[in-house]
């Protein structure tokens, strides 16, 4: 990692430590174990450079931040025409964890909300594929996203199947409107499997940086997904990416995102750079709350607000 834009980043890190408020999602129990103080940062850019400070190797729980990931290869593997008749691209305003499905069709808003993202995970790889199957599919994308090979961790996993009932409800409500055709608990345990991927910040950093490449990666130059799914992407990104916070998120950050109830926190600025940071407090959306308070000194210091 370079030693150039750290002094940078070290001070920006040093001005949010002190910020203590919000919680650790403690609805997955698991994830309540986490370590609260944890910090880090890491730009990426387009050219390969990496940049980072804190906590910028310590693994978490890639959470929400797997769905834009995983919808990129389900647009990839299926087709655009595919993915809409099931999923919509509309802002749904409310919490990830709410059914927000449209009145009539029963299609989830959006691939960024739990509902979408069920039904996202359903259409990753070529049709017909095992659960198993498809799982390795995800894998093996989002460790391409990343650079290096992503693992499961089997305890959260574990420990959010125990406490799936919401997400199994919106399965069953998707499987009521035929979105998903086949077993809602199947499926959900696969969502619940690719949530609970291991990251680091500096992963988080070249995934997001692959999608400001243009689907390629810029360490191993690999072609992850083409343009057009990018930009489908980046767009469901910065308008649904932070949920029911995403219109302040735009308005005065302007960066397209999105968050994880771990803590982590992606940001892409197209033909630039990958931005990631960790800090598992959250706010009242499940937003990480340094998190927020770092890509809002990034924007502004640097006059990264691209709309
Ligand atoms: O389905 C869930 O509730 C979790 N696996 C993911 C939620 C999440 O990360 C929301 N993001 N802020």
Redo the contacts with the bound molecule.
């Keep these: 990692m370079r030693p150039l834009i750290p002094d940078y980043l070290h001070e920006v890190l040093a001005a949010v430590a002190p910020k203590t408020s919000g919680e650790i999602?403690s609805?997955?129990p698991e994830l309540a174990t986490a370590d609260p103080e944890r910090l880090g940062a890491v730009f990426a850019t387009v050219d390969g450079e990496v940049y980072g400070a804190g906590d910028v190797d310590v693994e978490f729980?890639?959470?929400?931040?797997?769905?834009p990931f995983v919808y990129a290869l389900a647009l990839s593997d299926r087709g655009f025409g595919p993915l809409l008749d099931k999923v919509g691209v509309e802002p749904s305003g409310e919490a990830?964890?709410e059914i927000s499905l449209e009145r009539d069709t029963g299609r989830p808003r959006n691939p960024m909300i739990?509902a979408g993202?069920?039904t996202a995970h359903s259409l990753a790889g070529p049709e017909g594929l095992r659960a198993e199957e498809r799982m390795e599919r995800i894998v093996q994308g989002l460790s391409a996203f990343a650079g290096r090979r992503l693992e499961v961790d089997a305890r959260v996993c574990a420990s959010?199947m125990e406490n799936?009932h919401?997400?199994l409800a919106i399965a069953h409500m998707l499987r009521n409107y035929g979105i998903l055709s086949e077993d809602p608990r199947g499926v959900v345990d696969g969502?619940?499997r690719?949530?609970?991927l291991l990251v680091s910040t500096r992963d988080l950093a070249m995934m997001a940086a692959t999608l400001a490449n243009r689907g390629v990666n810029p360490l191993s130059n690999e072609q992850v997904v083409d343009q057009a799914v990018v930009r489908q992407v980046l767009s469901v990104m910065a308008t649904c990416g932070m949920?029911d916070a995403a219109g302040d998120w735009a308005t005065q950050i302007g960066i397209p995102a999105?968050?994880?109830?771990?803590g982590g926190l992606i940001g892409a600025l197209p033909g630039q750079l990958g931005i990631a940071s960790f800090s598992p407090r959250?706010d009242a959306?499940?937003?990480s709350v340094r998190g927020v308070s770092l890509f809002e000194r990034f924007s502004s210091d640097m006059g990264l607000h691209v709309m």
């Design positions: 999602a609805y997955i729980i890639i959470q929400s931040i797997s769905k990830f964890n739990n993202a069920i959010e799936a919401r997400n969502y619940i690719q949530c609970a949920y999105k968050s994880g109830v771990a959250l959306h499940g937003n």
